[in-house]
């Protein structure tokens, strides 16, 4: 059966993110109506980053979440810091034309300049770490494929380097892979620390976050809107919805068009310091080219952190994360096996094609969505954006990315069968793209 996102446990997961990160701030629970000239749905990236640029132009902003800032796929992604789509330079000007397609690149490609700049001038402790992202190849039609990505990156200025597999093998410290990339303009940060920083410096610049607020519906009041939650109500001139994966009915239609996956992460304990010195050495954060990706990063106390490699729409269960120790084994048999201290999953929002849905609902209401695995940076961008819509600085036709026509997935029904079926169809075709 599937899962309703919003069915997962209150308060934060028992992740090596919650472990580690600074607590955030102190955020009063919704006890009663309120009134805003713009209000925000969801105090994770887009959310908190909408809400904080909207806080620095001194407009007034009321942020609303279910649970906690970061309490979603926010605070328990893998933490990659990614300066690009899941799409090449040529598809994104296919699906937006030239003029647009090249803009959404550029923009997306500062994305890290973005986030590490927030992170840098808000004093945000959440290790943030720019030493670069590595790409590695799991075969050699992989590695063919990425060599001529590369050039068609370094060929619009990005300072993306091609390896060798000894290369990528020094770099990673597992000779599993054909070969690689380094992108400089990435890093990694803690997830967890980056939403509880911006959550943070919304308050700073005079915004307000209320937690426990369960907004059930949305409805037209005079010019502006009316929000209906468990305990009250919230009116506003303008609204912002960020919830992504972890949307709820509050708007028709709007949780169907994606379809939320609930993917792994897992944590070791400390290696010894002879094992953790060999991986990762340089402080990279490295993903590879399966269409089930894994991250892998190690941790300044010497944890072994994988990520991703499978889903489900379903519960969190003991088989979701089988697959990830074993795929660790693959990568560095000499460790042996290994003590997995922490483990916890989240959704994030699948759309068909992988790239985002910016929506103009209604006059005065934008949402944007459906970050498949690349939110930190597309929704801190996107938050930004909408961010300039609700202060009237750009029309939603204006935004970075350009606005799609709404519309449900007509197979939303059959999510969990779609996904699982996906996932294996994926690993099938991963092991054997290797194994040749």
């Keep these: 059966m599937p899962a309703n996102p919003m069915d997962d446990p209150g308060g934060t997961p028992d992740s090596y993110w919650a472990a580690t990160a600074v607590a955030g701030p102190d955020v009063p629970a919704f006890a009663g109506s309120e009134t805003a000239d713009i209000v925000v749905i969801g105090a994770g990236y887009t959310g908190l980053s909408a809400a ?7 407009k007034s902003v009321l942020v609303l979440d279910a649970n906690e800032p970061g309490w979603g796929a926010s605070g328990r992604n893998n933490g990659q810091v990614v300066a690009a789509l899941k799409h090449e330079p040529h598809e994104i000007e296919e699906r937006f034309g030239k003029e647009r397609g090249s803009e959404l690149i550029r923009v997306v490609g500062q ?19 720019r030493t670069g992202i590595l790409t590695a190849a799991h075969s050699a039609a992989s590695l063919s494929d990425l060599k ?15 390896l060798t597999r000894a290369e990528i093998a020094t770099k ?6 054909a070969g690689g990339c380094i992108d400089s303009r990435g890093g990694s940060i803690n997830p ?79 290696l010894g310091d002879n094992q953790r010195r060999t991986i990762l050495p340089d402080g990279q954060i490295m993903s590879d080219t399966r269409y089930l990706t894994v991250g892998v990063r190690m941790h300044p106390d010497g944890r072994l952190h994988l990520g991703g490699g499978g889903g489900t729409a379903g519960a969190d269960s003991a088989a979701l994360y089988r697959e990830l120790p074993e795929h660790g084994k693959k990568l560095f048999p000499h460790l042996g096996e290994l003590e997995w201290e922490y483990r916890w999953s989240g959704f994030m929002a699948m759309t068909p094609d992988r790239y985002p849905r910016l929506f103009e609902l209604a006059p005065g209401v934008a949402s944007v969505l459906g970050y498949s695995g690349r939110g930190i940076c597309t929704a801190t961008i996107l938050g930004r954006e909408l961010a300039r819509w609700a202060a009237g600085d ?27 079926g996906a996932v294996l169809f994926h690993t099938i075709r991963d092991r054997a793209a290797h194994a040749s």
Excluded at 121 to 128: F, L, N, S, T
Excluded at 172 to 177: A, H, I, K, L, R
């Design 52 to 58: 904080l640029h909207l806080a620095e132009r001194g």
């Design 394 to 420: 750009a029309g939603i036709d204006q935004l970075a990315l350009p606005a799609s026509s709404f519309r449900t997935l007509p197979y939303y029904p059959l999510r969990g069968l779609i996904v699982e």
């Design 172 to 177: 990673s410290g597992t000779e599993f892979y």
């Design 148 to 162: 001529r990505r590369v050039e068609v990156w370094q060929g619009r200025g990005a300072p993306i380097e091609m």
């Design 192 to 270: 967890l620390g980056y939403a509880r920083g911006l959550a943070r410096a919304v308050l700073q610049h005079g915004g307000a976050i209320r937690r426990d607020a369960f907004v059930r519906g949305i409805a037209r009041k005079g010019n502006g809107w009316s929000l209906t939650l468990d305990r009250g109500t919230v009116d506003a001139g303008t609204v912002i919805i960020g919830t992504n994966g972890y949307t709820g009915d509050f708007w028709p239609g709007l949780k169907k068009t994606f379809l939320p996956a609930r993917t792994p992460q897992v944590v070791s304990k400390p």
């Design 111 to 129: 994305g890290p300049d973005l986030v590490f700049g927030l992170i840098e001038r808000y004093g945000m402790q959440c290790d943030a770490r």
